[in-house]
């Protein structure tokens, strides 16, 4: 069983920090591209930032410079650091795995919300 399953998202104000973290299980890690999407109310789900195995990195522009994604093949894990949030960076924030359209799996989402 595929599991996909999100930490560390909270309330912060402007300006603020959070690490987002992802533990995957039931799929060899290291074959996966693993990415972090987010979706505000009343918007389409959009891609945040992607890393591959080898740990080459994508970013939106929207994030580019504040956000910064990282993986650790050993422990399963891909992370997302958040530095110097806006308010329009609020939405749910979901991790995804990806290796082709048959394997493509998503977490449950961890909720972010940016406001003095």
């Known amino acids: 069983q595929v599991q996909l399953v999100e930490s560390g998202g909270g309330l912060v104000q402007p300006g603020g920090s959070l690490r987002l973290s992802c533990a995957a299980s039931g799929i060899i890690f290291s074959e996966y591209l693993m990415g972090w999407y987010r979706q505000a109310p009343g918007k389409q789900r959009e891609l945040v930032a992607a890393?591959?195995?080898?740990?080459?990195?994508n970013y939106a522009d929207f994030v580019k410079g504040r956000f910064t994604i990282s993986r650790d093949n050993a422990k399963n894990t891909v992370w997302l650091q958040m530095n110097s949030l806006k308010p329009e960076d609020t939405a749910v924030y979901f991790c995804n795995g990806f290796r082709s359209p048959l394997h493509d799996y998503w977490g449950q989402g961890t909720q972010v919300s940016v406001s003095s």
């Open positions: 890393v591959t195995s080898g740990g080459r990195t």
